[in-house]
């Protein structure tokens, strides 16, 4: 049963850029929340924050991943953090949707993931310097986020966006309820029920 959606955690990992995606992806229950280290010990988040990861890399249990999250961070700049791009494939390999966002971008593309499938992130050059990237002609630039063939990808601006396709991709609450949720953390639009209007169906 896939049941758990996983959050990798590393010293310097950009911890605000999942955090509206995980309150949502908790709110109903029917996901368990872990955070996922290259080793047992604490990680300290970009934002000073000390972390002790729920299990590592080795101890996913690859069966249950229903989602694993990538935040930025300076790591994979430097092109580190092999262990996690190998983990990255196997889940995809495995049915089961990956996401990244920032420069955590860069590891599903070490992972071979983008090279046929729509996606966005920093900028193009960034992914370019890649070794063995062949996605250049699935970039997307005019979005924040995009979902496409199980691959979540985002720009650092792209934090709403990126909650709002982790929503869609777990199938959370209902299109117009989507659309409303991101009226509100986007644009500061109070849904209907909030303000005594009637309720009508959003669309994006």
């Known amino acids: 049963m896939r049941d758990t959606v996983h959050v990798l955690v590393f010293d310097g990992f950009a911890d605000w850029q999942a955090a509206l995606a995980l309150c949502e992806v908790r709110r109903p229950g029917d996901w368990q929340v872990r955070t996922v280290g ?5 990680v300290t988040s970009m934002g000073g924050l000390t972390v002790q990861p729920d299990t590592t890399l080795a101890e996913v249990d690859r069966r249950r991943a229903a989602l694993v999250i990538v935040p930025g961070g ?14 990255l494939a196997e889940v995809h390999a495995g049915g ?21 499938c729509r ?24 979005v924040l986020a995009v979902s496409d063939g199980g691959v979540i990808t985002a720009s650092h601006l792209g934090s709403v966006e990126f909650a709002r396709e982790v929503i869609r ?19 500061a639009q109070l849904p209907p029920w909030c303000v005594g209007e009637p309720v009508e169906e959003a669309v994006a």
């Open 38 to 42: 290259f080793g047992p010990e604490p």
């Open 74 to 87: 300076h790591l994979w700049q430097r092109g580190e953090g092999q262990s996690a791009v190998d983990l």
């Open 96 to 116: 089961a949707p990956v996401a990244g966002i920032d420069s955590g971008v860069l590891a599903l593309a070490r992972a071979g993931l983008l090279d046929d």
């Open 119 to 142: 996606h966005t992130g920093n900028w193009a050059g960034q992914l370019t310097q890649i070794p063995g990237y062949a996605g250049a002609s699935q970039y997307d630039s005019e």
């Open 169 to 187: 991709t777990l199938d959370l609450y209902n299109p117009s309820d989507r659309e409303h949720w991101y009226r509100l953390f986007k644009h």
